[in-house]
Every structure is written in structure tokens, then in C-alpha cells.
């Protein structure tokens, strides 16, 4: 291993800046893209259950 | 064989939406696994670049994400033609659910390229061909969803937008090959199928890992998009709903 302390690591040689904002960015991306598909399911499911039920059903109108 | 699968069952929406729904915890656990041991070989074992120093380290996302943006328009491409060729409305919908994930590691792949050009080259952006061909992947990108939301109907969104992404996809070879074709600022290809690599053993296996796993997340991300994509197409898909719910529906009519 190359770091002799935290603070170094985080440093990344003077580039910390560079790769962090890389990493950082993927991650939040990655996040975004799973939050908002659990968001588009649970609305596409609460339209369906709507849909089975009753509800505004345009098949039925 | 007795092990024989009809593979043709699952390529209706009514049999493909649950066997999706089974993969997608299976590959998520994985993409997740192999992400945690790709970053700590990429930032604890793979040594510092002599060149390069600890900037290189962007490598282990950069490399992944614009792997995959290229490997999924393909796979877009290829799906939106097989929807063309066999009418077939899984195939459409799989090309749908890839779109969205694949402009998102073009977009990374740009980005995290800025934060690598900008202390080795100098310049967040360079006009060089690799980087306006990936840029121009992403604006094929977003013309495949823009088309798609731009057509109410959706067999004709379906097939224009195929149309776009097949026509599109001869970017892909010009974005693999333009730091051989053009004299580009880009470095040229770490791993080459017909050199090897040029890396660090322990480099190379955190990079692989990485995009191993970015490979995985897509696989996960995309069943999910998909399984979206069915539940908002179809008017009324009784088949994924629990028996219980099928009864109410039933009783309340």
C-alpha cells in the first residue's frame, strides 16, 4: 500500500480534486439512476393497482 | 437434453417480467461485490503510474463507463433491429430500457475524461476525435429518447427511434479505432486484443473488475427499466399482480 496516512490518500498526489470528482460523480449517478427507477416503478405500479381497481379506468368509460 | 430451456418462452413480456424480477437482486448483489473489490485493488494494491502519478486512478471509472456506453449502444442497436426484423415488442422495449443507462456512462465517460485531461493534457476538452466521436454518441443518445418521447404513438416511436439508433451505430467502430486512425491526444488503448496490455497486472485486474461491474449494474438497472417499461405499455397487465389483487379486481367488478 501507498498511503502513510488518511490525509494522504485523500490528497491523491495533488490530485485529489480530479479523482474524487470522478469517483464521486459515478457514484452519484449510479444512485440517481437507481433512486429514480424504484420512484418510476412504485408509479407505475400505484397506476396499475388504480387501474385493476377501478378507479379512473378508461376501458371501462 | 433434459436440461433443455425453451428460451422463446421468455421472450413474451408475460413470462420475461418475472424471470426479471428473479435476476435483478442476483446481479445487483454481484455488480456491488465486485465494485467494492475493483476500488480497493484500483486505490490499495495498484501502484502509483510513474508517469502519471495517482491521476491514472480515474482509469478505473473512466475506462469502465466508456466501455459501456459503446457496448450498450450496440446492444441497443442490436436489439432495436431485431424489434424491426421479427416486429417483436420485448425486443423494442429492451432497447428502450438501454438508452437512458447507456447516455448516462457517456455522459461519465466525458466527464470523468475532462477530470483526467485536465492535469495530464493541460485542457478540460480537446476537439481530437476520440472525444468529439464519444460526444457525438451522446448526442445519438439523446436523439434515440427524444424521438421516442416526441412520437405519441408508440409503434412508430418504437420504429423511428430503431431506425435512429441502427444508423448511429457505425460511430461506434470510428470512437474504438480513431486514436489508431486520427492522430489524437487521446493515449491509445491500454488492452488491445492483439498487443496485450500495458499495464501494471494488478492495474489491469482492478480495471477489469470495475468494468466488470459497471457490466453487471447495467444488466440490473436495465431488467428494472424494462419491467418499467411493461408495466406503462401494457394497459392492463393482470399477469404480474399477486393472486390476491387479481381476486379484489375480480370481486369489485
Known amino acids: 500500500m501507498q498511503w502513510g496516512s488518511a490525509s494522504e490518500f485523500f490528497a491523491m498526489g495533488g490530485y485529489g480534486l480530479y479523482v474524487w470528482t470522478s469517483f464521486v460523480a459515478t457514484a452519484l449517478c449510479m444512485g440517481w439512476e437507481v433512486l429514480a427507477l424504484w420512484r418510476r416503478r412504485a408509479a407505475a405500479r400505484a397506476e396499475q393497482h388504480a387501474a385493476l381497481l377501478g378507479g379512473t379506468d378508461e376501458t371501462t368509460a | 437434453m433434459s436440461m433443455d ?146 412520437i405519441d404513438d408508440v409503434r412508430r416511436a418504437d420504429r423511428a427511434s430503431a431506425v435512429f439508433a441502427l444508423v448511429g451505430v457505425v460511430n461506434v467502430p470510428i470512437i474504438y479505432f480513431s486514436v489508431q486512425w486520427w492522430n489524437t491526444l487521446h493515449q491509445g488503448a491500454s488492452v488491445s486484443m492483439a498487443t496485450g496490455s500495458k499495464m501494471a497486472s494488478t492495474m489491469l485486474t482492478a480495471m477489469l473488475l470495475m468494468t466488470l461491474a459497471f457490466w453487471l449494474y447495467s444488466i440490473a438497472v436495465i431488467l428494472a427499466r424494462v419491467r418499467c417499461v411493461m408495466i406503462e405499455r401494457e394497459s392492463l397487465p393482470v399477469w404480474n399482480e399477486k393472486p390476491i389483487v387479481i381476486q379484489e379486481t375480480v370481486e369489485a367488478r
Open chain 2, 5 to 150: 430451456i425453451n428460451w422463446l418462452k421468455y421472450s413474451s413480456p408475460q413470462a420475461f417480467y418475472p424471470l426479471a424480477g428473479r435476476l435483478i437482486p442476483w446481479f445487483a448483489c454481484v455488480a456491488v461485490v465486485l465494485m467494492g473489490v475493483g476500488l480497493y485493488m484500483g486505490f490499495f494494491v495498484a501502484p502509483t503510474d510513474f508517469q502519471q502519478g495517482e491521476a491514472y486512478r480515474i482509469i478505473f471509472v473512466h475506462v469502465p463507463a466508456a466501455w459501456m456506453s459503446m457496448f450498450l449502444y450496440v446492444v441497443m442497436a442490436v436489439w432495436a433491429g431485431i424489434g424491426m426484423g421479427l416486429n417483436a415488442r420485448l425486443s423494442f422495449m429492451m432497447a428502450q430500457a438501454i438508452a437512458p443507462t447507456g447516455a448516462m456512462f457517456t455522459f461519465l465517460a466525458l466527464l470523468t475524461g475532462a477530470m483526467w485531461g485536465k492535469p495530464t493534457w493541460g485542457a478540460w476538452w480537446v476537439w481530437d476525435a476520440r472525444l468529439t466521436s464519444e460526444l457525438i454518441l451522446l448526442f445519438q443518445y439523446a436523439g434515440v429518447m427524444l424521438l421516442r418521447t416526441s
